[in-house]
């Protein structure tokens, strides 16, 4: 079966898997008491105030750089262990396989390669290089940032944006799609502006870890998440109604495809059983997403089975079923062998709830009180108290970039050629 047929295919199993999901209540991992809710408020408190002040003045000579990593590993380390309940073994997984250190390595060389990028462009990436690393561990691989990692995730601030963006006339859309794909196929367009420029660096930084006659489903991937992103342009009219466009099916086979092409960058071939898990997790994530952007996809006309949704009827029974749907999706991590991916396993869907809760938080006005009281139950904090520290963080201009970046910053450490050196000294463009 061809990539192309498979991707139909894996859309129309996991929406029969969607629609096969419970919509009662979900069963959670942990719940909390009024007075743990409290201490743990207490302690999301003092950590904002930490990390705010530690990350006013960022250093300069190594040594200095050095400790404040240290001080900030020692502040947030114990802060996830305790008020989610994970243990050691489980925060020692992410440390010691290096996420932390990539995920800062990869916002240094972003900052370096287009200094143009803001701190949303690199956060935004950097949400795809954290997924090509679980992909990299789950397969048995060293969680590091190669080109591939490192191209496939700036993809997403220079290409999907462009599709994205409704301000975009759609005709404009559709010239940078041809364009693009003729890129994707191997046909060398001329780059037409910077942004096309640095598009076409990224592509041969992929052919330079992969090259197309060694790696065809490689590209075959990212022509599927080419065509699946072109396809979910109709769903910028949240105004449609939902028997105008297939909202659930576009999502899947775009969020689907997208980290399907993750697996594929890292690794350059995949089995079938590997095909499946990965394009669930994109559905999952997909949705996961559409939660957390409720708000500003109907502002921006995007429509999502929740954006449709949303000030109609309450989203209860459909994010329940999403959390079915998870449960059901990363049950199949199961056949993903070796000690770290079986610790990885415990630690997913740990983080995974708490995380879902706190997207549909800032949602919260389209779901019920009664549905908010039931979930509070099982989320680490107060949701009023999450919502004055954020507030709090965007008042001081806190970047989570900078987290990153300062908590992953190992000067003693002398990297090899870099992604961003290799695609600035090679491109021809």
């Not at 197309?212 to 075959?220: F, I, L």
Request: aromatic share 12%; with cysteine.
């Amino acid at each position: 079966m061809k990539l192309y047929d498979e991707i139909g295919s894996l859309t129309r199993d996991y929406l029969s898997a969607w629609w096969e999901s419970s919509t009662g209540f979900p069963h959670f991992q942990r719940s909390y008491l009024q007075n743990e809710l409290k201490v743990n408020d207490r302690k999301l408190e003092h950590l904002s105030d930490q990390v705010v002040a530690e990350l006013k003045y960022q250093p300069t000579e190594p040594e200095d750089q050095q400790a404040l990593r240290e001080r900030l590993l020692g502040f947030v380390q114990p802060f996830v262990r305790e008020t989610l309940g994970l243990s050691e073994e489980q925060m020692q997984l992410v440390v010691r396989r290096g996420f932390i250190d990539v995920a800062a390595q990869f916002a240094a060389e972003a900052h370096r390669y287009d200094p143009s990028l803001t701190d949303a462009d690199i956060y935004q990436a950097s949400r795809n290089v954290m997924s090509m690393n679980f992909m990299q561990l789950l397969l048995g691989l060293k969680v590091e940032l190669t080109p591939a990692v490192f191209a496939y995730s700036l993809l997403y601030p220079y290409s999907d944006n462009i599709l994205d963006d409704p301000a975009i006339p759609p005709e404009d859309k559709k010239t940078f799609g041809v364009w693009f794909l003729s890129v994707l196929q191997d046909d060398d367009p001329t780059p037409r502006n910077e942004r096309e420029r640095r598009i076409r660096e990224m592509i041969a930084l992929v052919e330079n870890q992969f090259p197309r006659r060694s790696y065809p489903a490689v590209y075959q991937s990212m022509v599927g998440i080419h065509d699946a992103q072109s396809r979910s342009l109709g769903l910028m009219r949240s105004a449609a109604s939902p028997y105008e466009a297939d909202v659930l099916g576009l999502s899947f086979e775009k969020g689907g495809a997208s980290v399907l092409g993750d697996g594929y960058l890292v690794a350059g071939e995949l089995t079938d059983w590997q095909r499946r898990f990965m394009f669930g997790y994109g559905c999952f994530t997909q949705l996961m997403d559409d939660v957390e952007d409720i708000g500003s996809d109907l502002k921006a006309g995007i429509a999502t089975i929740f954006s449709q949704s949303a000030g109609r009827w309450a989203l209860d029974g459909m994010t329940n079923r999403l959390f079915h749907f998870g449960e059901g999706v990363f049950s199949q991590m199961e056949r993903f062998p070796g000690e770290d991916a079986a610790l990885l396993r415990s630690l997913v869907w740990d983080c995974i709830q708490p995380a879902l809760i706190g997207s549909l938080i800032r949602s919260h006005r389209y779901y019920s009180r009664g549905y908010l009281a039931s979930l509070q139950d099982h989320f680490p904090f107060h949701f009023k108290s999450l919502d004055r520290q954020e507030k709090k963080m965007k008042r001081n201009k806190f970047s989570l970039v900078r987290l990153l970046e300062a908590a992953g910053n190992k000067p003693e450490q002398k990297m090899g050629e870099s992604p961003a050196e290799i695609a600035m000294k090679k491109s021809p463009w």
